[in-house]
């Protein structure tokens, strides 16, 4: 038996697939947040924050370091708010830090 593979682009295979349909609407919602939320935070912050995943009511937002994540913390009222007002079901935002 000799079979062919062939390349298939990203885009295809989340097609054929619902669980990679999933993983990449979940993808695409994480960064939608992000975009939302990037005006309440302080511009010395935006490069030290990043999307990171859903799951169900829980968002994670990953830092970059100790001090980052600190200061996030305290506007995390505040950017819950914001995604709710634009229909995101959000109960809580996690933080993690990524070190290296």
């Known amino acids: 038996m000799h079979r062919r593979h062939q390349a298939v682009s990203l885009h295809q295979a989340a097609q054929d697939s619902p669980t990679f349909a999933r993983l990449s609407e979940l993808v695409r919602e994480s960064s939608e947040r992000l975009q939302s939320i990037q005006p309440l935070l302080p511009e010395s912050l935006l490069p030290a924050v990043k999307a990171g995943p859903v799951d169900g009511a829980?968002?994670?937002?990953?830092?970059?370091?100790?001090?980052?994540?600190?200061?996030?913390?305290?506007?995390?009222?505040?950017?819950q708010s914001h995604l709710r007002s634009r229909g995101w079901e959000v109960n809580s935002i996690r933080l993690k830090v990524q070190i290296g």
């Open 58 to 79: 829980t968002w994670c937002l990953l830092v970059s370091s100790n001090a980052a994540a600190a200061k996030v913390r305290q506007l995390l009222p505040a950017l």
